[in-house]
Each structure stands twice: as C-alpha cells, then as structure tokens.
T-cell receptor
Framework: DGGITQSPKYLFRKEGQNVTLSCEQNLNHDAMYWYRQDPGQGLRLIYY???????QKGDIAEGYSVSREKKESFPLTVTSAQKNPTAFYLC???????????FGQGTRLTVV | SQKIEQNSEALNIQEGKTATLTCNYTNYSPAYLQWYRQDPGRGPVFLLLIRENEKEKRKERLKVTFDTTLKQSLFHITASQPADSATYLCALLSGGYNKLIFGAGTRLAVHP
C-alpha cells in the first residue's frame, strides 16, 4: 500500500543539538511539505518542495533546513538556531496540483 | 494581508444534529478549497475538495459549499455522531509555487 512514513515517532533533543526528522513517501507525489503544530494550534508551514532539488521557505522557516535529493524523501533538520523546537511535526505530500494531501503520522519533538 | 480563518472556539452539539463549520479567507483567489479531519496526535486526513465553479459537494453525511463572492466555505455534518468528534481544518493553495496552507481548525465535540 502506498503511503507516507515519518520517523521517529518521538524524538528528544538536547539544547544546542541538530536533529533530523525523516519523511518518505511511495505515492509518486511531486510535492512534499513540512508543518509544525503546537498544542491547540493549527498547522504552520515550514518548508515545501514541488520538485526534486528545489524547495521553498514557508511561513516559519527560520531555524530549519531541508533537502530534496530524491522524489521520495524530504528530510527536515531542526537546527540549534530554532529556539523553541518542541512541537508536533507533520510531513505531507500531494500531486502537482496540491490536491488531497496525504500526511504522515507525525514526529513529536521534545527538547530536554 | 492574507488570512484563512476558522472559528477557534470549539463547537459542541448534540448527537443527531447538523454541525456547521466555517472557513473564511482574505486576499486569496483559490481555484479550490479542501477540508480535512484531524484526530488528537494524528496527521490530518483528507475529506472533501470543492472547486470554485462548484456551489456544493456531498459525500455521505458531509456537505461542503463554496462562495467565492463571500470568500467563504461551509462544512456540514448531518446526523452527527460522537465518532465525528475531531478537529476539522480547511486548506487552500497560495501562490505560484503551490503553497498549501491550513486554517487553525475548529474542534467539534458531538455529545450523546
């Protein structure tokens, strides 16, 4: 079955560390997205990519970085420059038209 | 400025009644609008998409309307059930790079 997989489900980060969240899809989707969700809040767009080797900043890109070297993969790195990284991170993918997004199960990142 | 707004207050209704959720947008001209359901700790799941030339779309107990003059979409759940309790998000595409953005969501609680 096709789908989108995020790993790990839970991640703990020490202050000053960079961590990378994985997102893989086998839906043959061109577009992939990363969102951050804080408790009781909506989804805020961090980065998105429409094609391989190209990506755009979303509304809250500071302190994050991404790469899109393969169509199937869109990893997100939370850098030490992100001062408040504790949140629920969601990855999504769509076809070229942006319709009917599929989401992963999310990664809950906590700073310890 | 551009905004996509949903009622931030939770909607509480009795089982069997119709739930109506609102999505308003400002300074966008979306070709279509999407609705998703999110359960706690999970990624959103796509429900319905309505295009600008469609007034209404139905799927089982769900109905969506789209008024491009009012810049508003309404999402209805008829004969609501406790299992319908969740957060419902609207989403649209913004800009030439297909930036997929979401409203903050409205939490629906259906009481037996």
């Amino acid at each position: 079955d096709g789908g989108i997989t995020q790993s790990p489900k839970y991640l703990f980060r020490k202050e000053g560390q960079n961590v990378t969240l994985s997102c893989e899809q086998n839906l043959n989707h061109d577009a992939m997205y990363w969102y951050r969700q804080d408790p009781g809040q909506g989804l805020r767009l961090i980065y998105y990519s429409q094609i391989v080797n190209d990506f755009q900043k979303g509304d809250i890109a500071e302190g994050y970085s991404v790469s899109r070297e393969k169509k199937e993969s869109f990893p997100l790195t939370v850098t030490s420059a992100q001062k408040n990284p504790t949140a629920f991170y969601l990855c999504a993918s769509t076809g070229r038209t942006g319709e009917k997004a599929f989401f992963g199960q999310g990664t809950r990142l906590t700073v310890v | 400025s551009q905004k996509i707004e949903q009622n931030s207050e939770a909607l509480n209704i009795q089982e069997g009644k119709t739930a109506t959720l609102t999505c308003n947008y400002t300074n966008y001209s979306p070709a279509y609008l999407q609705w998703y359901r999110q359960d706690p700790g999970r990624g959103p799941v796509f429900l319905l998409l309505i295009r600008e030339n469609e007034k209404e779309k139905r799927k089982e107990r769900l109905k969506v309307t789209f008024d491009t003059t009012l810049k508003q979409s309404l999402f209805h759940i008829t004969a609501s059930q406790p299992a319908d309790s969740a957060t419902y998000l609207c989403a649209l595409l913004s800009g030439g790079y297909n930036k997929l953005i979401f409203g903050a969501g409205t939490r629906l609680a259906v009481h037996p």
